[in-house]
């Protein structure tokens, strides 16, 4: 299972930007897929998640302005980010859990950067 991760880069305060994440490979069922952000010198943080049944969960600091959405037949995640601020710089991963015949499995992406600067 692979996961391709795009759509970071440079965005001044207020700015937008959408990351997707594409999924491919003996994948199975997704039950959840998620975006994680890792600040330098930080722990990696749940930003946004939603399960297959549509259940979203967004971090605190996110709410109101990002917005986590998927595409089942494409298998790929999308994080719309809006109204952002210098505090959403980071390294944004996303992560899918499989559930294979054997058990689940969380893959990861390889991250893309975000910075959010003037």
């Known amino acids: 299972v692979q996961l391709q991760a795009s759509g970071g880069g440079l965005v001044q305060p207020g700015g937008s930007l959408r990351l997707s994440c594409a999924a491919s490979?003996?994948?199975?069922?997704?039950?959840?897929m998620a975006w994680y952000r890792q600040a330098p010198g930080k722990e990696r943080d749940l930003v946004a998640g939603?399960?297959?049944?549509?259940?979203?969960n967004y971090a605190d600091s996110v709410k109101g302005r990002f917005t986590i959405s998927r595409d089942n037949a494409k298998n790929t995640v999308y994080l719309e980010m809006n109204e952002m601020k210098p505090e959403d710089t980071a390294k944004y991963y996303c992560?899918?859990?499989?559930?294979?015949?054997?058990?689940?499995?969380?893959?990861w992406g390889q991250g893309t950067l975000v910075t959010v600067s003037s």
């Open positions: 939603m399960t297959s049944g549509g259940e979203i």
């Open positions: 992560m899918i859990r499989s559930e294979r015949p054997r058990g689940p499995a969380i893959y």
């Open positions: 490979g003996n994948i199975f069922i997704i039950s959840f």
